[in-house]
């Protein structure tokens, strides 16, 4: 057995307009460039959407590459959710960028936007209009 990474993340946000704009800003620019969206029930489970269903959650993908079964991160629109101190990481490569980002999740409405204080864990912490917790970070690969 070997595992492969995560295959998705759902996030619960109390609504889905006050985040889209957001990340429709930020994802793409980090390499999720494809967006769908979806119904998803009381049970969890994913369904299209149609004149039953409403969309009530929107999902962020990379590029497809051949053989790859892909992966994805998804926001649930559920009105009862109140942010937590958990936090969503993104990893970039270790030539990324970072301080290119900043005004980018600032512009977009990025809030309590700081960066790592260790030098050697490049990252820059910041939450979502609602309050999720995110950070984007570029390791350098270990010697």
Known sequence: MKLLGLDHADIRVSSIAAVEGFYDAVLP???????????????????DVDAVRP??????????????????VGFIEDPSTLPNATRIAFALDGEAD????EPLV???????????IDDAYP?????????????????????
Request: glycine letters at 10%.
């Open 29 to 47: 620019r980090l390499g999720l460039s494809r967006k769908s969206e979806a119904h998803v029930d009381v049970h969890g489970e994913w369904h």
């Open 123 to 143: 990252a820059l912490f910041f939450e979502d209009p609602l309050g999720t917790r995110l950070e984007i970070c570029a390791r350098r690969p270990r010697a």
């Open 55 to 72: 969309r009530n959650a929107i999902e962020y993908h990379p590029p497809l590459e051949p053989g790859s079964p892909g992966w994805f």
């Open 106 to 116: 600032r512009d977009a409405g990025g809030r309590v936007v700081e960066w790592s």
């Open 98 to 101: 970072l301080p290119a980002l």
